[in-house]
């Protein structure tokens, strides 16, 4: 059965900090990884990885994709208590468009 | 609007009931998409719709799920005999084409409680 696995399900750090969130997934037909922000109930989207080694980055937020091991890392650098939220992985499905969850990592970023 | 909008924002309804769940997505938007989150849960893949018409209705849970979809625009979510398990924030997406998940534009969600 494909699966979408983060860890770790729950993070508490400061401000400053720097924080690396995991997703590994086991999905067949694999066509791109992407990660989302949800603060409220709407996911926004952040990152869509298609090829293994890219590093995407926007502002202190990056991500990379390793489709070797079946991994992705997003990385925050100087935590802000803004970046609080829950932060999604999901894989894209190449024949039916299907994006599969992750359970989530819930990121609280204290003052 | 310029978003997703989805209505009801919040839900009570009784064990047994049936409820309707609307979403309205981005004007020119081909493809609409339905997800269900419950609590501790990842989102979860419910049912697509390219045009009027659902290839792909797979993840619908049961058989008391169904869904429409009306000139290519608006789409219902209805949940029969509602029960307690069936509670969750039901979210709806639309993207301009079929595929490529970065353009799936998420609605606020509709969060349905079964008593």
């Known amino acids: 059965e494909d699966k979408v696995v983060q860890s770790p399900l729950s993070l508490v750090v400061h401000e400053g900090d720097t924080v690396t969130l995991n997703c590994s997934y086991e999905?067949?037909?694999?066509?791109?990884l992407l990660w989302y922000k949800q603060e409220k109930k709407a996911p926004t989207f952040l990152f869509m990885l298609?090829?293994?080694?890219i590093e995407k980055k926007s502002g202190r937020l990056s991500s990379i994709l390793d489709k070797k091991e079946l991994f992705s890392i997003l990385n925050i650098t100087a935590t802000q208590t803004g970046d609080s939220a829950i932060y999604l992985c999901?894989?894209?499905?190449?024949?039916?468009?299907?994006?599969?969850f992750g359970t989530g990592t819930r990121l609280q970023v204290f003052p | 609007g310029a978003g997703v909008s989805q209505s009801p924002s919040n839900k009570v309804t009784e064990k047994g009931k049936d409820v309707e769940l609307r979403c309205d997505p981005i004007s020119g938007h081909t493809a609409l998409y339905w997800y269900r989150q419950s609590l501790g849960q990842g989102l979860e893949f419910l049912i697509y719709f390219q045009g009027n018409s659902a290839p792909d209705k797979s993840g619908l849970p049961s058989d008391r799920f169904s869904a429409e979809r009306t000139g290519g625009s608006v789409s219902t979510l209805t949940i029969q005999r509602t029960q307690q398990e069936d509670s969750a924030v039901y979210l709806c997406a639309s993207s301009l084409w079929r595929g490529g998940g970065e353009t799936q534009y998420f609605g606020p969600g509709t969060r349905l409680l079964v008593l």
């Open positions: 999905v067949t037909n694999f066509r791109s």
């Open positions: 298609t090829s293994s080694g």
């Open positions: 999901a894989v894209e499905e190449f024949d039916t468009d299907k994006l599969i």
